[in-house]
C-alpha cells in the first residue's frame, strides 16, 4: 500500500470519529477514539446526514485516482537514519485508553494451536494514543500482509495507573474464562469480550 493512503485499520478509526458529532450514534458505541478535530467536523457539517452528496464526492475522488496509485508498492524502503545518543524524556501521567484490536487473519496461521471455532484473535492492550499504537503495531508487517489489526473497542481512563489496574483485571478474566494465549492476546467470543471489556 502507498505510503498517501490509510491502511484499512487507519480508515476504520477515522470513521469512528465522526461517530462524536453524530447525534444518531448508539448509546455506549466508542465513538471518537480521539477528540474529532476541526477537519472531522468541517467533513461531517458538509456530508452528515447526506448520502446522495458523499456518494457522489466519493466517485470523484476515485475517478481522479488512476489505476496505478492502487497498486502496492512492493519496493524495499526505510524511515529516516536513526540519531544516536543519548536522550532526556520526561514522562507525564494523564488520560490512557484500555484498547481491543481484532488481529484479523488467518487463524490457522496466527495461531495454530487453537481450533478454529468462530472465535477472534484479540489483543489487549493500553495506550494514551491509540493511532500511533496502531501504527507502531502494523509498521512491521509487509504491505501485502493478510493479517491487520482492526480497533473493537476503548475505554479511556483519567490515569495510566487506572488503566493498568483494568488492563491487568481484564487479563485475569480471560485467564478464568480460559480465552488467553499467553501476553496480551486472547481467543474469544467477541461478544462475550465486549461483555466483560465494559463491565469489568
Known sequence: ????????????????????????????????????????????????????????????????????????????????????????????????GVYLLLVDGPICVLAPQVEVDGRALVKIGRTHDLDRRMAELTGGLPPCATIRYVPISLRVFSSGADAHRFEQRLLRICDQKGWSLGGEFAYASLDALKTEFVGA
Open 1 to 96: 500500500m502507498l505510503a498517501s493512503f490509510r491502511n484499512p485499520a487507519g480508515i476504520a478509526l477515522r470513521l469512528r470519529n465522526f461517530g462524536r458529532h453524530d447525534p444518531a450514534a448508539p448509546p455506549g458505541r466508542d465513538a471518537g477514539l480521539r477528540p474529532g478535530g476541526a477537519v472531522d467536523l468541517q467533513v461531517w457539517r458538509e456530508f452528515g446526514g447526506k448520502p446522495a452528496a458523499l456518494a457522489n464526492e466519493v466517485a470523484r475522488i476515485r475517478r481522479s485516482i488512476s489505476p496505478d496509485d492502487w497498486n502496492v508498492d512492493v519496493r524495499s524502503s526505510r524511515g529516516p537514519a536513526p540519531a544516536f545518543g543519548p536522550r532526556i524524556s520526561t514522562v507525564v501521567d494523564g488520560r490512557t
